[in-house]
């Protein structure tokens, strides 16, 4: 090898080398690197925003191929809140989650933390969303920082259950009721069917209601019970926050971050026990649904 391009590829090495110390990348951009890389951002596909900030959730690595890493950055309508998503273990599915899921999280990831306040709470401001291929038969599910998303379940589903999917998942991470149990002395645990209902009223009902995907019919009247979870939950807190107490969701998220989740909340808020309020939901859908024009 000459002199001259020994030297040009030396200053090559150099650039290179300087470009990825600097976090320099142009939007819209792809870097592969090897897995093995310790540059926290030598392996992420820039979009929306150039540089992932260094204290945001970073990617976790999923080799496909010959081990690239394909994540997208983006920030919420607000600005206050970023996320990534982390498509490389299913890279065909890039293209929906921007056009489709991007922007229902830029949209309800803000108004999902609006609506679940707490005196002192602060929400996650950056977040991950990860595509998988080790989720079985779980469509999703979401913990420290991070939702994580069955890659088949997806491509099944990208057009019909998948966004609110998500919406329910997104809760969940501002829900984060399970750090006061381990770190404050007598503090109570929420029970799942109200965690979960909790996730599912702000799916049906406030984010696609005209899905009503939330509803009892006589398909499932037999198994309505408040404390049945997720959707047949979710209707009963609906229905307790338009005849009882509009205010009472958020009542139920702050004592369940903070704690002291008990059922007199529900006594001082509705002036009715839970079982009490959860024979009268059940007892006005039997009404109406023996009525003549009923129907499911």
Same mark, same amino acid.
């Given at each position: ?10 200053? @090559? ?6 470009? &990825? ?27 929306? #925003? ?24 983006? +920030? ?23 056009? +489709? ?14 609506? @679940? ?44 259950? &998948? ?52 509803? #009892?019919?006589?398909?499932? @009247? ?9 959707? #047949?939950? &979710? ?62």
């Amino acid at each position: 090898m000459t002199l001259f391009w020994k030297i040009l590829l030396a200053c @090559l090495v150099f650039s290179l080398v300087t470009a &990825a110390k600097c976090g320099v990348l142009h939007s819209d951009e792809t870097l592969v690197a090897s897995p093995s890389s310790r540059n926290a951002f030598g392996n992420t596909f820039y979009s929306e #925003i150039d540089v992932i900030d260094v204290d945001g959730p970073e990617p976790v690595p999923a080799t496909i191929g010959a081990g690239e890493r394909i994540v997208r950055a983006f +920030e919420t309508d607000c600005g206050t809140f970023r996320f990534t998503i982390d498509a490389t273990a299913a890279p065909d599915l890039m293209e929906w989650a921007e056009t +489709e899921l991007v922007p229902v999280v830029r949209q309800w990831y803000p108004k999902i933390v609006e609506m @679940l306040p707490s005196e002192g709470f602060v929400a996650p401001r950056r977040f991950t969303l990860q595509f998988r291929n080790d989720m079985g038969g779980t469509p999703a599910s979401a913990g420290g920082g991070r939702v994580n998303m069955n890659s088949a379940w997806f491509r099944r589903e990208r057009d019909r259950e &998948a966004r609110g999917c998500v919406v329910h998942e997104l809760v969940h991470l501002v829900q984060a009721y399970g750090r006061t149990p381990r770190t404050t002395p007598g503090a109570t645990r929420t029970p799942s069917w109200l965690v979960e209902g909790i996730a599912d009223y702000i799916r049906w009902f406030l984010y696609e209601p005209e899905a009503k995907g939330a509803e #009892i019919t006589q398909r499932n @009247l037999a198994r309505a019970r408040y404390d049945a979870s997720y959707r #047949i939950s &979710a209707n009963f807190l609906n229905w307790v926050v338009n005849h009882h107490d509009q205010d009472i969701i958020r009542k139920l998220n702050a004592a369940a971050r903070q704690g002291r989740y008990s059922e007199e909340i529900w006594k001082e808020s509705t002036g009715k026990t839970l079982q009490e309020l959860g024979d009268q939901w059940k007892k006005e859908h039997e009404a109406r649904l023996t009525t003549p024009e009923s129907s499911d």
